[in-house]
């Protein structure tokens, strides 16, 4: 069985460009999450899907960040305008019920702003 | 204002020794506590958990223990193996529909063969 799979796994882009990153949960998965840990920091809640519906976007840090589940399967999450402070790793975890303990993580997207 | 805690950026013990990491958290509403394993470049994995209503788990070389009244846990690594040096990621997670994960900020381990 395919684990959970991010993509792009690096972006580098300039400050004011448009970066949408990728996650594919693992089949059957009906909780989509993203995470961000910045260098040296904790790994941050940003938002928390069940099927195609924002359960929790408590975490998304303003504006410019827009995450999207259409039709409950993959997940994208977009950054526009990018700025310097949005630089880190993303961390798309999904898992199957919605008390589950764990949650399965993907390597991670990492986002680099000059 | 960090709710879980990670008090020790590092840790470093010699192979077959004991590894403790130690976790603590502010939020009494958290009920389920679990320790996540990170080597670079890859994702954090799912290592061991603990509820609430227990004070010890344990799962082969991996303990964790829970003192509620202090609001502290720790995962014990015995014995120590160079293939346990890695980041280990304390979370937490509330009851009900708030199923988010809150971390801390990991603590880097290092086993000296």
């Known amino acids: 069985e395919a684990g959970v799979t991010q993509f792009p796994s690096h972006s580098v882009i300039e400050k004011g460009q448009t970066v949408t990153l990728r996650c594919d949960p693992i089949s059957g998965h009906d909780n989509l999450y993203w995470y961000r840990r910045v260098m040296g920091k904790e790994i941050k809640f940003l938002l928390h899907?069940?099927?195609?519906?924002?359960?929790?976007e408590s975490g998304m840090p303003n504006n410019r960040f827009l995450a999207e589940r259409t039709g409950g399967t993959y997940s994208t999450l977009k950054v526009q305008p990018a700025e310097l402070e949005d630089s880190g790793v993303y961390f798309c975890?999904?898992?199957?019920?919605?008390?589950?303990?764990?949650?399965?993580f993907g390597e991670g997207s990492r986002l680099t702003v000059l | 204002d960090q709710q879980v805690k990670q008090n020790s950026p590092s840790l470093s013990v010699q192979e077959g020794r004991i590894s403790i990491l130690n976790c603590d958290y502010t939020n009494s509403m958290f009920d389920y506590f679990l320790w996540y394993k990170k080597y670079p470049a890859e994702g954090p994995t799912f290592l061991i958990s603990?509820?609430?209503?227990?004070d010890k788990n344990e799962d082969g070389r991996f303990t964790v223990f829970l003192n509620k009244s202090a609001k502290h846990l720790s995962l014990h690594i015995v014995p120590s193996q160079p293939g346990d040096s890695a980041v280990y990621f304390c979370a937490a997670r509330g009851t009900g529909a708030n199923s988010k994960l809150t971390f801390g900020k990991g603590i880097t381990l290092s086993v000296r063969p």
């Open positions: 603990i509820s609430s209503i227990k």
């Open positions: 899907f069940v099927k195609e519906s924002k359960q929790d």
């Open positions: 975890a999904s898992s199957q019920a919605l008390a589950a303990g764990e949650l399965f």
